[in-house]
């Protein structure tokens, strides 16, 4: 899998070269390379930015110099005949980023960001380069950054991890927060007793079937406390009798295959 980064300052991508992600591109894993927009300006300045049309405050990024840069590296794209690149444009005003996304990007060959500054990139741009690129303007989440660049690193990592041999053990994978809808169980380490604090007496048992029980309430329980929405995406249908009944202890009752806020289910007269 390829990754091409474009930014203004390139030396804010150099974390990729370390851990993990850095680990999977010396082993040949993914393809990273980090571009210069100021490299495709012509002027003394290398500037990058204007005054926006209409007014209003701040500057806007120029379309040339990401048109340059688009271009050549569409042009050395490893994408066969037919499939285009994907051109994530990373902006407040994009789809959410989110596991589910993370897992469908990483099934592409070849991913391209372009990290935007001031009040972001001329327009025509992500019109012009949809020729070239399945366009994807994506957020972080609901808060303004300055620039593109600390999403494509959270990005990147994110979806790097899912690409197979980047994580040592793809069992961990399996059991995240978000894997399945819910958020992970708590964990904890060695000593079993610290500070006056005991671990859960069954994860020390050894029963396997009693323990992955005991996550699973644990995963509910807390999914419901710090994220009800995610409680109320779930597809309950298949649901084990013991998790319905950990949902309805949480005021949940099941309604076509949705966990429901009880005291949201109205009766009929
Ligand atoms: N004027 C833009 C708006 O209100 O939508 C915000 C521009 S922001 C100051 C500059 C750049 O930071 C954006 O072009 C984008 O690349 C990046 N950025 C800011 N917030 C982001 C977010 N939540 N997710 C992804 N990128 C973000």
């Not at 999977?24 to 300006?41: I, K, N, P």
């Not at 902006?91 to 993370?102: C, D, H, I, R, T």
């Not at 610290?194 to 048992?205: A, I, K, M, T, Y």
Request: net charge negative; aromatic share 8%.
């Amino acid at each position: 899998m390829r990754f091409d980064v474009v930014s203004i300052f390139p030396e804010y991508l150099a974390p990729l070269d370390l851990s993990l992600i850095g680990k999977a591109r010396t082993q040949g894993l993914l393809e990273l390379a980090v571009h210069d927009l100021r490299s495709h300006t012509v002027d003394r300045h290398r500037t990058v930015d204007d005054t926006p049309y209409g007014g209003g405050a701040g500057m806007v990024m120029k379309a040339e110099p990401w048109a340059q840069s688009l271009a050549q590296i569409a042009a050395a794209s490893p994408v066969s005949d037919g499939a285009k690149p994907t051109l994530i444009v990373p902006s407040p005003a994009g789809e959410v980023f989110n596991q589910q996304l993370a897992y469908e990007l990483a099934a592409e060959e070849h991913l391209v960001f372009a990290c935007g500054r001031y009040e972001g990139i001329d327009e025509r741009v992500l019109e012009w380069a949809a020729e070239e690129y399945n366009v994807r303007p994506v957020s972080l989440g609901d808060y303004v950054l300055n620039g593109g660049e600390v999403a494509v690193l959270a990005m990147v990592e994110a979806i790097g991890r899912l690409i197979p041999g980047v994580v040592g053990n793809p069992e961990s994978l399996v059991e995240e927060s978000h894997a399945d809808g819910l958020l992970e169980y708590p964990v904890y380490t060695k000593p079993s007793s610290w500070r006056g604090r005991d671990v859960p007496e069954v994860l020390l048992s050894g029963n396997h079937g009693k323990i992955a029980k005991f996550r699973k309430e644990l995963q509910l329980r807390r999914t419901a406390v710090r994220r009800p929405d995610l409680i109320a995406a779930l597809d309950v249908a298949a649901f084990s009798k013991a998790d319905k009944n950990v949902l309805w202890e949480l005021g949940y009752a099941i309604v076509n295959g949705r966990a429901v806020q009880r005291d949201a289910v109205v009766e009929p007269d």
